[in-house]
Structure formats: C-alpha cells, structure tokens
C-alpha cells in the first residue's frame, strides 16, 4: 500500500472534517501508517513531528508502551458496557481519582464521549438545576468574545469563532457576548494582569444587569485555543468566580484543550485557585487514544436533581458510550503517567526550552507577538509589525506555513495567521529545536511577498 493508492481511495469514499474538500484537488492528503512518540509516518515512509499533538488530543506520544499494555488488558476483560443502571470498574476509579486530582469542592462525575457533548451536559445541567430550584427565569449563557467550545449547536451558541459559527446562526439560541481578556489587545506597557483585570469590567456590568435571567458564564481558562491561542491572566478568573457567587450565577470551565498539563498546572483553574461550578474535560483526558468527556460538577448541583422519580427532576441525557471502559482505562493509565514520571516538572524544562528556541521570532518583520502558557507557545503572523495589521485571511498565508513545514518533516497546523506549538509532553529539546526550525523557514517563506 502507498500514499498514492491510499489517497485516491479515500477521495472517493471519506468526508474528512473541517476541510474544503475541493483543496484536495492540489494539497495531498496524507495517509498515516504508524505512529511512535512524537512521530507520524506515512504509507510511504516520510515522518512527521506532531507539533499539535493530533489536534491537542496527546499527551504522551504515538503508541505509549504503559497505556497501550493498560488497554489490551482492559480489552480481555470488557470493551463497553452501558452506564444506566450498570457500573464498571475503570468508570469508578477514574470518577474516584479525578475529584481527587480537580480543585477543591468537586463531588460528581458525568460522563459523555466528547468535548462538545460535555459543553452540552454543563449547558443543560446548569439550565436544569437553576429550574428544579425554581429559578424559572434562567434561561441564558454568558460568554466571551473569541471563545470556542464546540461544534454541536448548543456548544456552537456560546461559541464566538465566526468563521465555524456565521452559517448556522438562525439555528441558534442567542447567547450574551462581553468583551474578551485576551492580551495581544492590551495597550502597549500595560502588563496582562492589568489588562485582564480591566477587561473585567464589562462582565462585572454584564452580571449585573442579566444576572436573574443567565444560567452561567462559559469561559476558556487562560488560553483561548481555537480562537488563535489567545491568552490572559488568572486575575480574570478570580475576579470571574467572585462575581459569580455574588450574582448567583454558575461558572462553567471549558478545560477540554486546557486541561491535563497543558498551561503548566494539571488544570488551568488551579493558577486562579477557583473551582468552578462545571468543569469540562475532554481531549487529553484519554492521553489522546479514545473519545471520552467528562463534566465534574458539585455536591449541591448533584442534590438539585435528587429526589422521588415523579418528581421529575433527574438530568436523563445519556449518549451510547456514556464512560466506555476503554476510554476510562486509557484515562487511568496517563493519569498513572502524570503521577509516576512527574510530568508538569518536566514540562517547565520544556516549556523553557520552547521559549528559548523562539526568542528568534520576537524581532521578525512579520511577527506581531510570541506569546506562551505552559506547553502552549503561539507566534502571530502580521502584514505590518507596527501597525499589527493582519494577513488578509484570503491569502491563506498559515497554510503556506502548513505546507513548507511538511515539506521539512513538521506538523504544524495554523489557526489563521497564528503559527503555535502545542506538542506531546514527550518531546525532547533537539526535537523542539527542529519543531521550531521548520517553523521559522516556513514563516520565512510564507512572507517573501
Ligand atoms: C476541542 C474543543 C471542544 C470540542 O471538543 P470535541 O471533542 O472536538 O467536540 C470544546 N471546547 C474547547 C475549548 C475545545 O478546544
């Protein structure tokens, strides 16, 4: 089998997601025979460097030896049960170790089987127990410009990336958009802590006049990852949840792409020491190998929907693989490598040596800013440095980057003008220094003209 066979096949049959179809016309496809550690290799034997962990899904590298081993065992003893009624032991036990690894005052686990289903339960839980407690008028989500939490229509609706969201906008609820902290806006001197926490003021205004008809604020802690990898401070979130108890009005953190290490805490929260009222986990949950999600909520959450069946009152969303028990061993088994290998250490090594290696971009004519949050470095590529103005989005100037990098044996995969490394935790610092390489003669390439 070859890439060419491989290929045409394909173009025939698959619907591949996020992608003009019609581009496949001239930009290859690209066939995936093995992967090991941070390597992808095609049918015909060229490597990749996943510099974005397969869409921020892994954690640990391709084939991982211990959650492979965890998997086939689980495999011999059983593959999917049903969760209503039934239980297994991998869904316990990582239910178990979760509320004991998230922030304080987390008691329940719910379960889907990805990140936008799991925006959808905290959606729904939060409308559902503000009803059952006879907050009738509650109807309503606040959210924050840029902010990206999904693709099915609920996760959508809170969502604010127009290019994913402008089309299906009558099929929407209409949510209530306030100002983001991202810092690329911040006037030039201002640090991010003093911009995060003055961009706080339209949603302390916002709380205050909508607060008797929202449900919740739906935020990306630190990092908006769709949205360009747009960042703030931790100031935003403690001034978030403070406001929040003071309105009565639920905190849902959307952790799917934060979570897990990603920011340099297990999770993002943690730099703000808040715990929200949803927290959503979803992509590196499983190390990057099965579709899995979860929403950890509180006790007293858990206790608005816990009553007498003719009452009425329980959340009853489920879908097929609700906790699949090899989604669930997967989670185990990296939950075992964070613990065993003492990973978010490691990963401030990492993380500086990914600062050190693009210190080369901060003075180049066509990057605006270097930004970074843990294992999550962003480089924004601009027409005009002095001015910031963007690369018209029609000149596509990130796939160029996409295509030269390629070319060079590197996985990079743009967000617009916004060139970002987000790789597996396994990573060494000379594969960093080529991540980086390959990045900086495509972005070289990509603005000759
Ligand atoms: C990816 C992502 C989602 C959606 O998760 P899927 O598993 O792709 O449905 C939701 N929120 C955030 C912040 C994400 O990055």
Not at 50 to 79: C, K, M, Y
Not at 144 to 162: F, I, K, M, Q, R
Not at 412 to 436: C, H, K, Q, S, W
């Amino acid at each position: 089998m070859d890439n060419a066979t491989l290929i045409q096949r394909d173009l025939a049959a698959v619907w591949h997601p996020c992608t003009q179809m019609k581009d496949h016309e001239w930009l290859p496809l690209i066939p995936i025979r093995r992967g090991e550690g941070v390597w992808l290799e095609d049918f015909d034997g060229k490597r990749y460097l996943d510099a974005i962990s397969s869409w921020w899904v892994n954690l640990f590298g391709h084939g991982n030896p211990r959650i492979n081993a965890a998997l086939r065992t689980q495999l011999d003893q059983l593959e999917q049960v049903f969760l209503a009624g039934f239980t297994h032991e991998p869904v316990i036990e990582l239910s178990e170790r979760l509320l004991r690894l998230a922030p304080p005052g987390l008691a329940r686990c719910f379960y889907a089987d990805n990140g936008s289903s799991a925006v959808e339960v905290a959606l729904k839980m939060s409308y559902h127990a503000w009803h059952n407690q006879g907050a009738a008028d509650k109807t309503k989500f606040i959210t924050l410009s840029n902010s990206y939490h999904g693709e099915t229509l609920g996760a959508l609706a809170v969502g604010d990336v127009a290019l994913y969201k402008e089309t299906y906008q009558p099929l929407l609820m209409q949510a209530i958009t306030v100002p983001s902290p991202d810092c690329y806006q911040r006037e030039p001197g201002s640090s991010w802590a003093e911009h995060s926490a003055r961009l706080f003021e339209p949603m302390k205004t916002t709380l205050a006049r909508h607060a008797h008809e929202v449900c919740a604020v739906i935020v990306e802690p630190l990092v908006q990852c769709a949205g360009g990898m747009r960042m703030y401070d931790p100031v935003y979130l403690q001034l978030l949840r403070a406001a929040c108890d003071d309105y009565g009005v639920h905190l849902i953190a959307d952790e799917i792409a934060v979570g897990f290490g990603r920011t340099g805490t297990l999770f993002a929260c943690e730099q703000a020491h808040v715990t929200p009222d949803y927290l959503c986990l979803a992509k590196g949950l499983t190390g990057g190998y099965l579709p899995l999600s979860v929403v950890l909520t509180r006790e007293n959450i858990y206790q608005a929907f816990y009553d007498e069946y003719a009452s009425q009152r329980a959340f009853l969303h489920s879908h097929s693989y609700t906790g699949n028990p090899l989604g669930c061993r997967a989670a185990l088994a990296t939950l075992d490598i964070f613990a065993s290998d003492n990973i978010l250490e490691r990963n401030k090594t990492l993380a500086k040596a990914m600062a050190r290696a693009t210190e080369q971009f901060i003075d180049h004519p066509h990057v605006a800013e270097v930004r970074q949050t843990g294992m999550i470095l962003a480089v924004e590529m601009v027409q005009d440095k002095a001015t910031r103005t963007p690369y018209p989005w029609q000149d596509r100037r990130g796939l160029r980057v996409y295509q030269q990098a390629l070319q060079q044996g590197v996985l990079l995969r743009p967000l617009g003008n916004v060139i970002y490394f987000m790789p597996p935790y396994v990573i060494t610092a000379d594969e960093i220094d080529l991540m980086v390489q390959a990045a900086a003669t495509s972005i070289d390439h990509a603005t000759l003209n």
